[in-house]
């Protein structure tokens, strides 16, 4: 098995629960995981290592969600199918309760949940718009100094 697979199995894990609109709690995610592969070591050392190495790999992919998203759904399109009338609104949010990151369903989060989401979501959208000043001021110095106005030629295309 590679580590592609186990993510693989790891996202449909996470896939399934959301799609029977249910929460996927990190160490639930990745016990079932590991439940996946019983051809593993007995010993505690192998069991630790294998659950360790699980949880790892479902909290990567807990906090990757978005991406994932955005690669399945490269249409603007497609994100409407999910709550017509919504551009953006995702299936599934990452969030923590309890102490526990998990994914939820989006109509299962609480009030709180969806206040903080789109606090978050205002923040990166902030910092977005700063990098983007940054990189056009950075431009405006680098051209008035001379600088190239096109790559230099071993990272042309």
């Known amino acids: 098995m590679t580590e592609q697979e186990l993510m693989h ?11 029977q609109k249910q929460t996927a709690e990190l160490p639930w995610v990745a016990r079932e995981a590991v439940l996946l592969y019983p051809e593993r070591g ?6 630790l290592c294998h659950y360790g190495y699980c949880r790892k790999l479902a909290s990567d992919a807990l906090r990757n969600m978005r991406r994932e998203d955005d690669k399945l759904l490269k249409d603007e399109a497609q994100y409407s ?11 599934r949010y990452s969030i923590e309760r309890n102490r526990v990151q998990m994914a939820v369903p989006t109509e299962l989060l609480t009030h709180e ?26 431009d405006d110095k680098c ?7 096109s790559p230099a030629p071993e990272h042309a295309p």
Do not use: W
């Open 42 to 47: 007995q010993s505690e050392f192998d069991v």
């Open 143 to 149: 051209m008035a100094q001379g600088a190239r106005s």
């Open 81 to 91: 199918l999910a709550f017509p009338g919504y551009k953006r609104l995702q299936r």
């Open 113 to 138: 949940e969806r206040l903080f989401k789109s606090k978050e979501l205002r923040s990166m959208g902030f910092g977005v718009l700063q990098h983007a000043d940054e990189m056009d001021d950075f």
């Open 9 to 19: 199995s790891i996202n449909s894990i996470i896939e399934t629960r959301i799609e």
